[in-house]
C-alpha cells in the first residue's frame, strides 16, 4: 500500500505578505539599532578621549607652576601630596565635574570634594575613575608619580614646560572602554533605551502588518469564494468592492465576469429554446408529408417531391444560419479577403432579386455613383451581406413600395452602404434589437413572410468579422433604414 504524500505547509499571498513586512521592518530596526550602538560607543570614547586630553593639558599648566615654584619634588612623592594639583584642576564649586576627570578628584582619587550628582541621583558619565591612570616622568624618562607606563600603554602625554625647558612629562594610561561604573551605566542605559526602541518599533510592525494582512485578506476571501460560486454555475452573485485599490478593482473585475456569464448562460438558453422553436415547424411539415407518402394519402408525384426538397433547403437553411452565427460569437467568422470593386457586387446582388422585386410590385433603385473604386473585401461575405438585406427588404415592404439602395465612399478608408425601403416601418425602440438573432419587431414583420429571423443578425456579424459597424433606423421613405459603414482596408486584410 503506497504511502500518503506528506502534507506540505501552505501559506498564503496574505501571510506570506505580513511574514514580508514584519521580516523587512525587523532588518531594518536591527541594522539601524546596530549603527546607533556602534555610533554610540565611538563617539563616546572620543568624547572621553577629548576630555582626558583636555584635562591633561590643564594639569600641565598646573604642574608647570607647581615644578617653577617648588622644583620636582612637587611632582613626586606619594599620592596625598599631588592633592593641590588636583584641586587646582578640578572644576569650581557648583558645577559638574567634566566627564573622565571627575574621578581624579573623586572619593576613589587624592583627595578632594566628591563629584556633584547627576540626574537622578547617579554621577555624571565619566565620574567615578580612579587616579591610577597618571604617570609623571622626569626628562630622562625616571618616574616621579605612579606606575611606569609602556609606550603602547599611554592613550595621552604633555609636556611639563618650565622656562621653555621639559622639565618632566605627565601621561595618562589606556584602559579598556567605559571601565568606570559611571560610564559603563550610562552607555547601558542607552543600549537599553535602543534595545526597547527596536522592540517598541517591532511590534508595532508587527501590530501594522496583521492589521494590514486581515484588511487584505478579507477581500480576497470574498473574491475567493465568488470565484468558486461561479465555477459553480452561481452566476448571480456580486461582491461589494470597497476603495479604489487593486482589490477593489478585482472584485469589480468579478462583478463584470459574473455578469457576462449570466447574460451569456441567458443567450445560450434562450438560443436552445428558440433554436428548438424555429426547426419544429419546418419538421413537422416535413414529418407530415413524409407520413403521408408513406400511408398513401398523398401521391408520390414530382410536386411532391419538390415541396419535401424546399423543406429540406429550409432547415437546411436555418441550420447553416445558426452556424453562421454561432461561428461569430466565437469570434472566428472565416474571412478570406482580396480587391474587389464595390459597385460591382452591389449590382450583382440587385441583379439576382431584381425579377422578383418587380413581380412583387417594388421597384429597385441604385446610387453608385460616389462608390469607391476599390476596397479589400470577403467577396463571398459582402455578397451575402447584400443578399440578406435585400431579402429583409423584399420580405417586409408591401406593394406598390420602393427599396433604395446607396453605396458611397466615406472619406479615403470607409465605405457607406445604406438600404431603404417604404411602409411598413418598425418602432424607433426596436430598431436597436433588429439585429438579434430571431427577434421580429411586429406582425407586419413576422414569421408569415418567410426567413429565419436570423438574416440581420447575420449581417451584423458579417460587418463585424470586417471590422466595421451596422445600425438601423427610420428611413425617409417610410419604412426600414439600413446602414452598414465598412473599411475599405480591414485590418484582417493589412
Known amino acids: 500500500m503506497p504511502l500518503a504524500e506528506p502534507r506540505r505547509l501552505r501559506l498564503s499571498l496574505v501571510h506570506q505578505l505580513v511574514l514580508l513586512l514584519v521580516g523587512a521592518v525587523l532588518l531594518a530596526v536591527t541594522v539601524l539599532g546596530a549603527a546607533v550602538a556602534w555610533n554610540l560607543r565611538a563617539g563616546f570614547s572620543d568624547y572621553l578621549r577629548a576630555q582626558d586630553e583636555h584635562w591633561l593639558d590643564r594639569f600641565a599648566e598646573v604642574a608647570a607652576a607647581a615644578v617653577a615654584d617648588r622644583g620636582l619634588a612637587a611632582l ?106 559611571v560610564d559603563a551605566a550610562f552607555l547601558a542605559r542607552q543600549y537599553r533605551g535602543i534595545v526597547l526602541t527596536a522592540l517598541l518599533l517591532t511590534l508595532l510592525a508587527v501590530a501594522g502588518a496583521v492589521w494590514v494582512g486581515r484588511r487584505w485578506l478579507r477581500p480576497v476571501r470574498d473574491v475567493q469564494q465568488a470565484a468558486r460560486r461561479v465555477a459553480q454555475g452561481a452566476f448571480d452573485v456580486r461582491l461589494s468592492p470597497q476603495g479604489n485599490d487593486e482589490l477593489a478593482d478585482l472584485s469589480r473585475d468579478i462583478n463584470a465576469m459574473a455578469a457576462s456569464l449570466q447574460q451569456l448562460e441567458a443567450s445560450r438558453r434562450r438560443w436552445i429554446a428558440k433554436l428548438s422553436h424555429e426547426m419544429r415547424t419546418p419538421l413537422a411539415v416535413l414529418r407530415g408529408e413524409v407520413e403521408a407518402l408513406v400511408d398513401g394519402v398523398r401521391p408520390r408525384t414530382a410536386a411532391a417531391m419538390l415541396s419535401l426538397q424546399e423543406e429540406v433547403a429550409r432547415v437546411t437553411r436555418l441550420v447553416e444560419d445558426f452556424h453562421q452565427l454561432a461561428l461569430s460569437d466565437l469570434r472566428a467568422l472565416p474571412c478570406s479577403v482580396a480587391p474587389v470593386q464595390p459597385a460591382t457586387l452591389l449590382c450583382e446582388a440587385v441583379a439576382r432579386v431584381e425579377p422578383r422585386a418587380l413581380a412583387a410590385g417594388l421597384r429597385l433603385d441604385v446610387d453608385t455613383g460616389n462608390a469607391p473604386p476599390r476596397a479589400n ?54 430598431h436597436t434589437r433588429l439585429f438579434e438573432p430571431l427577434y421580429r419587431a411586429d406582425a407586419s414583420r413576422s414569421r408569415r413572410l418567410g426567413g429565419s429571423g436570423l438574416g440581420l443578425a447575420i449581417c451584423r456579424a458579417i460587418v463585424s468579422s470586417h471590422g466595421g459597424h451596422i445600425e438601423a433606423g427610420a428611413s425617409p421613405l417610410g419604412g426600414l433604414r439600413v446602414v452598414a459603414i465598412l473599411p475599405l482596408q480591414p485590418e484582417s486584410s493589412a
Do not use: C
Open 76 to 181: 613626586s612623592g606619594p599620592p596625598g601630596s599631588l592633592r593641590p594639583l588636583f584641586e587646582a584642576v578640578a572644576p569650581s564649586e557648583g558645577s559638574a565635574p567634566r566627564p573622565g576627570l571627575g574621578g581624579m578628584n573623586g572619593p576613589n582619587g587624592m583627595g578632594g570634594p566628591p563629584p556633584r550628582l547627576g540626574p537622578g541621583g547617579r554621577p555624571p558619565p565619566g565620574a567615578g575613575r580612579t587616579p591610577e591612570r597618571l604617570s609623571l616622568i622626569d626628562a630622562e624618562g625616571r618616574p616621579l608619580a605612579g606606575r611606569l607606563l609602556a609606550p603602547q600603554d599611554v592613550s595621552a602625554e604633555r609636556p611639563i614646560v618650565v622656562g621653555g625647558r621639559t622639565v618632566a612629562r605627565a601621561q595618562l594610561a589606556r584602559v579598556a572602554f567605559a571601565t568606570a561604573d
Open 377 to 430: 473585401w470577403d467577396t463571398q461575405r459582402i455578397g451575402q451581406l447584400l443578399s440578406n438585406l435585400l431579402e429583409n427588404s423584399l420580405r417586409y415592404t408591401d406593394a406598390p413600395g420602393r427599396i433604395a439602395l446607396q453605396l458611397r465612399a466615406d472619406g479615403p478608408d470607409h465605405a457607406v452602404l445604406s438600404v431603404d425601403d417604404s411602409a411598413p416601418g418598425v418602432p424607433a425602440a426596436d
